[in-house]
Structure formats: C-alpha cells, structure tokens
C-alpha cells in the first residue's frame, strides 16, 4: 500500500476515535515524544450554569436547585475523570505517538484500547446534562432547549450581521420551532431545520439570504452538532 494512503488511513481512524463532548478535559493532543501528559481539568460547569441562569431568567429557587445539580454533575464527572482519566489519557497518547510514527498496528490496538473509555465518558455527559434540565419546571426546559437550537444558527451566522430585532425573531422562531418538534425522532435537528426555514421564509433579508446559501453550503452537517 503507498505510503500517503498509510497516513490517510492513520489520521481517519484517529480521528474516529477522538471526537469529545466539550465538557470533558483536554486528552494529550501533542506529542511530543517526551514522555508527558497534558494537565487533567474539571468540567468548568460553573459557566454552563451561569448561561443557562441568565438565558432563563431563572428565579431564586430555580437558581438554587440548577446549581445543585450542577455541582453533583460536576463532581460525578470529576470523580470519573480521577478514577480512570489517566488511562484514557495514557491510551490516547500512545494512539497519538502511533499515528506520529505511522504504525497502523499501534494505532489501531490504541484506539481499540481507549475507545470503551471515550464513549463512556461522552456517554456519561451526555446523559447528567440531559438529566440537569429536570431539576427545571417544563417551561423552562422548551425555553433552554430553544436557547441552544438558536444558538446553532448564530453559531454559523456572524457574517450575515443580524440586527437585534433580528437576533429576537430568531429566538422566538427558535421556541416555535423546538416546541413543533417534541415528537420527532431526533427533536433537536428536526427543530434546527424548521428554525433554518423559517429564518430564510420570514427574517433574511436581501443579501444575507445568499450569504447563508453559502453558509449552509460549507456547513452540510449544521443540523447534527451538539
């Protein structure tokens, strides 16, 4: 087999193996053949708390009850991060320093190796973030849940220079759009795509309705991010 499609093949099934949840510690991106290993960082999920406390205009109560289930969430994590972090870490290094020396076999036994770790890990996040909102009345789960659809959009739409009564239409659209789509089988992506339609139908205007044809364009998996 030629040598460029050796790598190829390296860096895809690397790549595979080490998409992560953003809430979980940086792994040993580099390395640099010394021997070392990143620093392992908690879920900074103080941050994630004082968004959602402030996009829901949350009261005192409600406040109070997020923060403590953020706080249990956050040390769950932190304890699975103590318990079996470093190995994740070690076999992910050892997968990185593989695909640096081009040795398919130590790659592949390597990932084979920290694959279980990862996805119990991404798991795991998943599942207690989910599990936050319920600490929430249902009203306020929509709203949240419309907050992160909208944030989607925004996340890709800088260059179309929103106004603010824009920004607004968006968020409303965003609610309607979440609040339609409970019963689909992704609920997420399904009110994504209806909240990019109605964009384009009822809040675009003259030029950015273009620009966002490009956007979409450079962007064909939109729907799908976490």
């Known amino acids: ?26 792994e040993a991106v580099e390395v640099e053949g010394q021997g070392r290993e990143p620093a392992q960082e908690s879920w900074d999920w103080e941050a994630e708390f004082q968004e959602m406390k ?8 409600d406040a109070a009850k997020l923060r403590a289930a953020f706080e249990s969430t956050g040390q769950e ?5 103590e318990e079996k972090g470093g190995e994740l870490i070690q076999h992910e290094a050892k997968m990185k320093q593989a695909v640096k020396e081009r040795d398919l076999a130590g790659v592949k036994s390597a990932t084979a190796a920290a694959r279980p770790l990862r996805q119990e890990i991404t798991k795991l ?26 944030d989607m959009f925004f996340d890709i ?4 220079q929103l106004t603010d009564e824009q920004v607004e239409q968006v968020q409303a659209a965003a609610l309607t759009a979440v609040e339609s789509s409970t019963q689909e089988t992704n ?11 109605s964009i384009e139908q009822s809040i675009l205007e003259g030029g950015q309705i273009a620009k966002f044809e ?13």
């Open 157 to 160: 739409a800088e260059e179309l």
């Open 187 to 197: 609920p997420r992506a399904a009110a994504y795509l209806k909240l990019e339609k």
């Open 54 to 61: 402030t996009a829901l205009a949350l009261g005192k109560e």
């Open 77 to 81: 994590i932190e304890t699975w991060w």
């Open 1 to 26: 087999m030629p040598r460029f499609l050796i790598a190829m093949l390296l860096i895809i099934t690397l790549a595979s193996c080490t998409e992560t949840d953003s809430s979980s510690p940086p």
């Open 125 to 150: 996040i998943k599942q207690r973030k989910q599990e936050l909102l319920l600490v929430l009345p249902p009203e306020s789960q929509t709203q949240w849940q419309a907050h992160q659809v909208a």
């Open 214 to 226: 490009t956007i979409k364009r450079k962007n064909p998996m939109r729907s799908l991010r976490e």
